[in-house]
């Protein structure tokens, strides 16, 4: 077994100044852990483009390698749960933050952050997916438990075009839900209508300037991926008994509201955290997108990359370019 091998690393060249390449390194230079994974698929996440970019709220010390989610074989394992072979996917918790993360061709972490490969899944597939799909996924469950059904009305979804409002797009929409997706790319409007979208919401319209403490009730749920104005307008509109999910702060963290949606209408707001999400969670959710969220479109929503491509979607991603998934290829 060759013990080098590629991997993307950031580097603090001076104080708050970070570069980013793609840097040959030994199996010795891995953390400990239990488990040792030939990476052969990663991907793209918002928060993995803060960690290549230096942001401290993400990643605190430097060289630093991103990358929150992995896919690939066990080569080496001290836990008695995994066996050299076994197909598994490495997501969340610190991987990809202060531990050494997906965007290598190796990686060496804690048993407990590994599970297997859920059957009917590809090493590549599950990579489309990845965080982005297992927080859309988390999202569309908590709205069905709350419980928000098809019939009660539209489930509006906010940064539509991004991974986490795409795969959530296409995962209401074939659980028979009526889809208004929020966007502010009126270019893309054939891409969600080919997710399953019915309505396109543009990004000015979804978020009300007048202050009105109450707005009139559209949506029966919302999934809400950028935080801020938006989320604030979307729980407003929401109809008396709904639900709102939240997971993403892209456009702000503050939340300008008041109480009335929650005292007058009995809306819900549910966060979503993927991160820490126990593993008693995780795998039943991850078998939902292995079986009855699998995407018939996989591909629409996918682009797939190498390392040496990889630079340049972390800058589109930081500027709000990126469409759907992408996919890092750690074998091209």
Known sequence: MSTTFQAMVVTETTPGIFQR???TKNLNDLPPGEVLIRVRYSSLNYKDALSASGNRGVTRRFPHTPGIDAAGEVLESSSPDFSPGDTVIVSCYDFGMNTPGG????????????????????LRESMIYGTAGFTAAQSVDRLQRHPVLPEQG???????????????????????????????????????????????????SSIDHSNRMLLKGKWAGVIDTVGGEMLATAIKSTRYGGAVTCCGNVASPDLPLNVYPFILRGISLIGIDSAECPMALRI???????????????????TEISLKELDHHIENILQGKQRGRVVLNLDA
């Open 103 to 122: 965007f290598s061709q190796f990686v060496r972490v804690p048993a407990k952050w590994v599970m297997p490969l859920p059957a009917g899944l590809t």
């Open 284 to 302: 039943p959710i991850w078998q939902k997108i292995a079986t009855i969220w699998k995407l018939p479109h996989l591909e629409r929503v996918t």
């Open 21 to 23: 390449g793609i840097v």
């Open 154 to 204: 539209k489930i509006l979804v906010t940064g539509a075009t991004g991974g986490v409002g795409s795969m959530a797009v296409a995962m209401l929409a074939l659980s028979g839900f009526s889809v208004a997706a929020a966007t502010g790319k009126p270019d893309q409007e054939q891409f969600l209508r080919n997710l399953g979208a019915q309505h396109i919401v543009s990004r000015e």
